[in-house]
């Protein structure tokens, strides 16, 4: 029997990265997940992670502890920050600085040591366009990097980069995600849930995954507090 393929999933707990999960997964992927204890508002969605990367069956799950609230900048990483509850221009505030370019180089690291040549990641250029580091443009630039600056992408194991949500309305990545099986209840994706998971309801977050749901005529079955 050939063995699996190994994959790196970046698993944050939400929505979007549980279904990554679950697309690996279906892709035939032995799955190792790795989610960021980052000084976010929140543990909850950590909490999340481990429940669903045990539900997938994921090989091995990572919770790697790295405080970017250190440096701030962000409403996810600065208490005197608020959670913005309107939409807003530009580039959102929500917006953690080089958040998505420190995890993949953790991910990195790890798919090295494991001989994985493929990381997942969910990131989103549709409801989140406003991220430079959810664009297109940025995950080609990171892989190509990746290939320059590791051991095995200089001997010739090319490393991908997957971004399987990266063109998807969310009400297609719901729909995608339960024709794989996935527990969205499980998932918490608000900017500043409880310690229960419970959402906010009003944040970005919230509204762009209850606009998914009616779209996706799913029923959204998130704990609202």
Not at 104 to 110: C, K, P
Not at 130 to 142: H, K, L, Q, S
Not at 164 to 189: C, F, N
Request: aromatic share 8%; hydrophobic share 40%; with cysteine.
């Amino acid at each position: 029997m050939s063995e699996l393929k190994k994959a790196v999933i970046l698993l944050s707990g939400g929505l979007d990265s549980a279904t990554v999960l679950a697309i690996a997964k279906s892709r035939g992927y032995e799955c190792y997940t790795i989610s960021f204890d980052y000084g976010q508002r929140h543990c909850a969605e950590i909490e999340a992670a481990i429940k669903i990367s045990q539900e997938f069956g994921a090989k091995q799950h990572k919770t790697v502890v790295i405080n970017l609230a250190d440096f701030g900048g962000s409403a996810l990483t600065d208490d005197a920050i608020d959670v913005p509850v309107t939409p807003s221009e530009g580039i959102p505030i929500t917006y953690v600085p080089a958040r998505n370019t420190v995890f993949l180089s953790l991910a990195l690291a790890w798919s090295e040591v494991l001989g994985a040549n493929d990381i997942f990641i969910g990131v989103n250029a549709v409801d989140y366009s406003g991220y430079p580091d959810c664009r297109p443009e940025y995950i080609n630039a990171f892989e190509e990097m990746a290939n320059l600056a590791t051991k095995n992408g200089v001997e010739g194991a090319r490393l991908n980069i997957q971004a399987p949500l990266i063109h998807m309305s969310k009400a297609k990545i719901i729909e995608t995600g339960v024709t794989l099986g996935v527990d969205y209840r499980q998932t918490v994706s608000c900017y500043q849930a409880d310690k229960e998971g419970a959402a906010c309801g009003v944040c970005d977050s919230c509204r762009l995954r209850r606009q998914g749901f009616e779209e996706a005529s799913v029923k959204d079955m998130t704990v609202y507090r």
